[in-house]
């Protein structure tokens, strides 16, 4: 299969514009930085003292990484799928001579390059230590999370008929790469299914960052982060097959 990054750009632009015109796919990287903002400023009027200061703005900053990298990743990714299933123009495009890697990349590319910019923003919202975060490091997890969860809207966005059920479809798994590692911290069966979710990996860097303590790289660690970004891929490529979709 060739790649023409003509046709990645022109899907790529498309794609954008069609987020950007979208005031619901917009408002998603919006409402990442808001709660980042808010829960900061409640947190530290909470706060007595400075000594427990990175391990609440730790728990600030990983809300606002899960919004982002779940919320954003999986429901823009599949509300803008959707859109072009329920405007019919979807078949279209698949029945050109756009192949479906090139479709698979330039769908994913845009919102993609949103919630990394937005990963890379949130530490100085949330009020962190930024001496404690090793950047690429924290790159290196967040970006891949970011992949996951747009391959699996990819997947989400292959099965909703529109932008309503893609909403309905996407919210229960949000909520549980979300919730899971959110409230790993307060219940040990929790935390044991959160280590195998990619956003627990994700969790788990931020815990250590407001510890002072360097992000775990372990074995089980880059197992969960790339096994489970391989495992959506095979997914989407499974889903968009037996949908019809691949016309070469």
Do not use: W
């Not at 799928?81 to 019919?88: G, I, P, V, Y």
Request: with cysteine.
């Amino acid at each position: 299969m060739t790649l023409s990054l003509h046709k990645i750009s022109a899907i790529t632009e498309m794609k954008f514009k069609a987020i950007i015109s979208n005031k619901n796919l917009i408002m998603m990287p919006i409402f990442s930085i808001a709660i980042t903002v808010v829960y900061r400023f409640l947190y530290t009027s909470l706060l007595k003292d400075n000594s427990s200061a990175d391990m609440m703005m730790g728990i600030v900053l990983n809300l606002g990484l899960m919004m982002n990298i779940v919320m954003t990743g999986m429901m823009v990714t599949s509300s803008a799928l959707a859109e072009e299933k329920e405007k019919h123009t979807l078949r279209t495009l698949m029945t050109s001579s756009v192949n479906g890697l090139e479709f698979f990349l330039g769908s994913i590319i845009p919102p993609l390059i949103m919630i990394i910019i937005v990963n890379m923003i949130l530490p100085f919202l949330s009020g962190i230590s930024l001496e404690v975060i090793n950047y690429p490091i924290y790159f290196l997890i967040t970006t891949v999370a970011s992949i996951t969860s747009c391959v699996l809207g990819m997947v989400t966005g292959i099965y909703a008929k529109n932008q309503m059920s893609a909403s309905t479809i996407s919210s229960p798994i949000t909520m549980i790469f979300v919730f899971i590692p959110t409230f790993a911290s307060l219940n040990d069966g929790i935390a044991r299914v959160s280590r195998f979710l990619y956003t627990g990996v994700v969790s788990e860097m931020i815990t250590s960052y407001s510890n002072h303590q360097e992000a775990p790289l372990n074995a089980l660690n880059m197992a969960v982060l790339f096994g489970q970004i391989i495992a959506a891929a095979i997914l989407f490529i499974v889903v968009y097959k037996r949908n019809g979709y691949e016309t070469d």
